[in-house]
């Protein structure tokens, strides 16, 4: 989820160039990261479930291409994107049939980058990441709220805040992570959790991102931000309230802790 280590920067430069399907394949390889143990019941994927998976991104893409919201988009891009970008985009997006971008996120803040990481993680990776840098960026007020529940990093956060979260402290969240700019969103038990769930909320007054609601496959909308991967951010403040944990983040340069090498 987040952590105070500098991501490794340009980690994935020289990760392999392989097609949207077979990245995600080479994601899909790998097992469930050790410190997810909530992703333990996919771990009998199959060249059916990715089949599904991918041919639901193909469909979700010809519907979403129509829609007003992505025709708008498609008009203020300097370059369009391609379909591997639209459907990329859309993976990210999706829960269903598979919630691939769970499996990219929770393999993104391991801290391995060793030669089967950067082959089998990189490509998807990298497809994310430069179809999300073809997107207008947007600068909005916008928070991040994230259930405990038996994730490690968050629960030792959690207990030992005043330590982890003292002002003037970095954090860096090394996956895509993704902000709200809605406060119902933020404040729904889906995120939030119930009244007696320990949870961690951060707060950015001006939060720099792409809006990805163009691409959600549902109808119902998240009003989220995502700043490019990974995101290193300053503590401003942080505040303990029953259960809950509010922390107040200021955005910092992502670009010489990227994983490839940004585009200008």
């Known amino acids: ?14 990760a392999p160039a392989i097609g949207l399907g077979d ?3 080479a994601l899909l390889s790998l097992p469930a990261p050790p410190t997810r143990p909530d992703l333990l019941r996919y771990s009998d994927i199959d060249e059916d479930d990715i089949a599904s998976v991918l041919r639901y991104m193909r469909n979700q893409a010809v519907s979403i291409k129509k829609r007003p919201a992505f025709m708008t988009l498609s008009g203020t891009l300097r370059a ?6 639209v459907q990329v985009l859309i993976m990210y ?13 929770a393999w993104l803040t391991q801290d391995r980058r060793d030669p089967e990481v950067v ?16 997107l207008p960026q947007v600068k909005k007020q ?11 990093a968050l629960r030792s956060t959690f207990d030992n805040y005043k330590q982890r979260l003292a002002p003037g402290s970095e ?8 902000f709200s700019t809605d406060d119902n969103v933020i404040n729904s038990e889906v995120f939030l959790g119930k009244p007696h769930e320990d949870a961690i909320i951060f707060q950015c007054g001006e939060l720099t991102g792409v809006d990805m609601e163009a691409f959600n496959p549902g109808l119902a909308s998240e009003e989220e931000i995502l700043p490019l991967a990974p995101a290193i951010f300053r503590v401003l403040t942080a505040t303990k309230y029953g259960h809950k944990v509010f922390v107040a983040i200021e955005q910092l340069s992502h670009a010489e802790h990227a994983y490839v090498l940004p585009r200008q």
Request: proline fraction near 8%; charge should be positive; aromatic fraction near 12%.
């Open 93 to 105: 997006k999706s829960e269903s049939p598979f919630p691939v971008y769970k499996w990219l996120n």
């Open 23 to 25: 990245a995600i394949r």
């Open 1 to 14: 989820e987040h952590t105070h280590a500098l991501p490794p920067s340009r980690c994935f430069k020289r």
């Open 171 to 178: 954090l860096n969240f090394w996956g895509f992570s993704s």
């Open 142 to 152: 916008a928070a991040r709220a994230v259930i405990v529940h038996d994730i490690s």
């Open 80 to 85: 369009p994107l391609t379909d591997d970008e």
């Open 119 to 134: 082959d089998k993680v990189g490509p998807l990776f990298t497809h994310l990441y430069r179809a999300q840098e073809k």
